[in-house]
């Protein structure tokens, strides 16, 4: 479906490396795949939680397409939907795909008010606890 699309992507799980037209296939590797996540215009992936936390902190739109049958996966897709996030489908298609490319301007106007916080409280507060203790 990629392959029809005129967009570079880069895709990772799928167990192999190299090019095929537009697509680059990388196999997991932590430095290669943040340094990835930092550059890219938008995500195109399941619905876990913590990819989507990672790229709303940095302001990627996103492209859900929650696993069956997991209800959590179906309510972070219909959150970052309803947000103006990114938007979300069971399946995908060539069009779908298209028409969120399209409308990643868009997205990223949304994004780019999502709510950012840093560890700074948690540290704060740890530092607090150990002081006390």
Known sequence: ???KIRHPFICYGFGR??????????KPSL???LADLAACK???ANSGFSLISEALHLGKPYLAVPVKHQFE??????????????A???ELSKEKIESF???VKFYRENVDHYPRQDNSRLFGELDRL???V
């Open 1 to 3: 479906m990629l392959r």
């Open 17 to 26: 490396e190299g090019q095929d037209a537009l697509i680059t296939f990388k």
């Open 31 to 33: 430095t290669t795949f």
């Open 42 to 44: 938008a995500i195109i």
């Open 73 to 86: 996966q179906m309510l972070n897709a219909y959150y970052l939907d309803q947000c103006g996030y990114g």
């Open 88 to 90: 979300y489908w069971q």
């Open 101 to 103: 490319l399209f409308n």
């Open 130 to 132: 150990i002081a006390a």
